[in-house]
């Protein structure tokens, strides 16, 4: 794979993580192609979204309703404080078409803070990224997070 | 100063209100442990759980670890996960299968799946001239008192007498019958994915909130709002916008005022119903083509039975929530006075179109996942709920609601019309919890 592909990766993905831990909801939602999905399966031995127990299982229409539902000033677990912060690395391009579409694996953590609890998330982000006019777009982001198997304390808000 | 309380427990509830304490003092949580949840039916697990033989799942019945094992003999047995040698706990793993017996990790002492001891190394010259061997029954794992199952669904008691998980579930067994009936095959099978959400509060007030009426205008207010919204410009651009848009856009399109136009029964033993509001049948092709399904397995009378019952949560207190025309249920197992855990499963429709399932599931991710856009206002509330009645601000819990125009039949309390959001169901748990605290010495 070449530096050019490792370098618009690595980009993207510390530029969809600042989406996030900034709060920029349409932004984020923006990344995904028409048809993306947003998936964190239940453990890692699930191969598809479609029509399986999922964490998260969101085209963009249901990203929305996440969106809108955190912006309503009812939101009443929204009310407390609360912030996140990503890290993602060990970015490996598995793939790279000749159309410059890319599949991309990555490992993240981030920190979650609400009130006075500081909670830890990690795991494996898979990025199928099509190459598009205006940079990439995310056909399918696969979330395989550690802690997806452990019993949730409290439970995710927003995505991962 | 606390023994003196205790003993006079019965009178920490009254009929429209309860002491706090009875969701904060740890010696309470204690004694319901040992008065209740060790001695009523408590829901293990689903049969299609464990299929093969040496199959286990972990369970915890009040504080009590178990395990629910399928054995040799077809049966389900459910067991004290522990060896009866030095207390080593049997199985570590959440479930999984044992293989054609239980060995103990330790001394490699060996068990049947009905927990009688198979083996111990060398036993002739360990244990010759002890009280210790094949049969000394202390020597085998302990069965639960009584375990039974009902349309599948396995329950436990760790206490001998009582009465039988039919006469204990009476009429809340619609629950089951509801689900079941639903699939052509008359009977359902599990989904194999738990979801574990833990929740920072008693266990008590996840049962409360479970039929509470006028709550889920207030709380999920915000998700109902932006699902409607996105409901809206879906049917715009296609027509029709999926049936999974209205289990969330429900929860702001049927306004606060409306919530009295629904209705709960409560029965003995703190088990609830409220009947069902979501218009589960509509007249779309995947529905369509359910029911004819279902007119060829159970004939057009009996299907219009089926589908014409009309409920949304069944509440087998203490320790479980069904929604049967979804098809998934909560169970709750108490972590500690402020601390509860709730496993959420689903399940299919043996003979059932796929999209059938697929409603199921819509409602299983959307709303019971750990991502959950409505359970995650609720968990709010409790934590906060469990903080406030932590204060001295004030010595009890009110359910006055519509206390006094209850309707009592038969032993079944109904509100009455245009009183569904009254707090008849909280009163009917406390009753049950205070006999069930009150009658056990």
Not at chain 1, 4 to 25: C, G, I, P, V
């Amino acid at each position: 794979m070449s530096a050019k592909h490792q370098h618009a990766a690595e980009q993207f993905l510390y530029r969809q993580a600042d989406l996030l831990d900034s709060k920029r909801w349409q932004d984020w939602i923006d990344l995904f192609s028409a048809d993306g999905v947003y998936w964190m399966p239940p453990e890692p031995s699930y191969t598809t979204w479609d029509g399986t127990p999922a964490i998260f299982a969101e085209d963009k229409n249901l990203m929305t309703v996440r969106m809108k539902r955190v912006l309503h000033p009812d939101a009443w677990s929204q009310r407390p404080l609360w912030a996140t912060n990503h890290v993602v690395s060990n970015v490996v391009v598995d793939k790279a078409a000749k159309n410059g579409d890319l599949v991309v694996r990555s490992r993240f953590h981030m920190l979650e803070l609400r009130r006075d609890d500081v909670r830890h998330f990690a795991g494996q982000y898979t990025h199928q990224l099509k190459k598009t006019k205006g940079g990439y777009r995310i056909k399918l982001q696969r979330v395989d997070m550690t802690n997806a198997q452990a019993a949730y304390d409290y439970v995710l808000q927003v995505w991962v | 100063m606390l023994q003196e309380r205790i003993a006079d427990l019965a009178k920490f509830v009254e009929p429209d209100r309860v002491r706090k304490e009875v969701y904060t003092d740890p010696q309470i949580f204690e004694l319901e442990m040992a008065r209740i949840h060790e001695k009523v039916w408590i829901y293990c697990g689903h049969e299609s759980q464990v299929p093969k033989a040496g199959d286990y799942y972990t369970v915890q019945v009040g504080r009590q670890p178990m395990l629910m094992v399928r054995g040799k003999d077809k049966l389900v047995h459910v067991l004290y996960n522990r060896c009866p040698h030095r207390g080593n706990m049997m199985c570590g793993d959440r479930h999984g299968n044992t293989g054609e017996f239980f060995r103990c990790s330790y001394h490699a002492w060996t068990f049947q799946h009905d927990g009688k001891l198979r083996s111990i190394p060398m036993m002739e010259s360990g244990y010759a001239g002890t009280r210790y061997g094949m049969d000394n029954p202390d020597c085998s794992m302990k069965m639960a008192a009584r375990v039974e199952s009902y349309r599948g669904f396995v329950f436990a008691s760790l206490a001998a007498d009582g009465p039988t998980l039919k006469e204990f579930l009476g009429d809340s067994r619609i629950a089951f019958d509801d689900m079941c009936d639903r699939a052509p095959a008359g009977e359902v099978e599990v989904v194999p994915n738990c979801f574990r959400v833990i929740q920072h509060s008693n266990w008590k007030i996840f049962l409360e909130n479970q039929l509470d009426a006028l709550h889920p205008s207030v709380v999920h207010q915000s998700t109902g709002r932006a699902a409607h919204e996105v409901e809206k410009d879906i049917a715009k651009k296609t027509g029709k916008a999926p049936l999974s848009y209205h289990m969330l856009s429900a929860f702001a399109t049927v306004t606060i005022d409306k919530w009295d136009d629904f209705q709960t029964l409560n029965y003995p033993h703190g088990h609830c119903i409220l009947t069902g509001y979501m218009g589960l049948r509509p007249q779309d092709p995947d529905t369509l083509a359910y029911e004819k399904v279902m007119h060829k397995a159970y004939g057009k009378t009996r299907t219009e039975e089926i589908l014409g019952v009309n409920i949304h949560h069944v509440l087998i207190y203490p320790g479980l929530s069904v929604q049967s025309p979804l098809q998934q249920l909560r169970a709750v197992r108490p972590l500690g006075v402020d601390k509860t855990l709730t496993e959420i499963w689903h399940f299919r429709l043996k003979g059932a179109p796929e999209p059938i399932y697929r409603r199921s599931l819509a409602y299983y991710n959307l709303v019971n996942s750990p991502s959950t856009l409505i359970n995650a206002d609720d968990l709010e509330n409790f934590w906060k709920c469990q903080q406030g009645l932590g204060s001295d601000g004030g010595d009890w819990v009110s359910f006055g609601r519509y206390h006094g125009r209850d309707l009592e039949k038969d032993g079944v309390v109904e509100t009455g019309p245009g009183m569904g959001t009254s707090e008849a169901p909280m009163r009917n748990q406390m009753k049950a919890w205070a006999q069930y605290m009150g009658n056990a010495r």
